[in-house]
């Protein structure tokens, strides 16, 4: 990767990492991937190693690490939809009632 790419995130595998990368580009946000291609080695090697990297443009950066600490903490603690006032599981990115992103909550 170039100078002018960083990595932010190491998801636990291609699945996050692919949520993730979506979540980040629906913001307009330009992202990398690296280490796709090691799940397939998952048990045969140390977890941290079937990790995929998550890389965006430096002047990115901080809004993405501002999106990424969202998330995370939304993980933990699941949602609530201001559109129509339903409970998501932190695993949702859209309310599973009406269909709400959650970015777009206050």
Known sequence: ????????????????????????????????????????????????????????????QAGAQRLLEKYECAEQAGWVCSGCGEHNGSQFELCWHCGQDRLAQP
Not at 26 to 33: K, R, S, W, Y
Not at 46 to 54: D, I, K, Q, R, T
């Open 1 to 60: 990767m170039s100078e002018n790419w960083c990595k932010i995130y190491d998801a636990a595998n291609a699945l996050e990492a692919h949520s993730l990368k979506g979540m980040l580009e629906a913001q307009h946000i330009a992202v990398h991937l690296s280490g796709e291609g090691l799940g397939a080695a998952a048990g045969e090697l140390p977890a941290n190693v079937v990790e995929v990297g998550l890389w965006v443009k430096v002047s990115q």
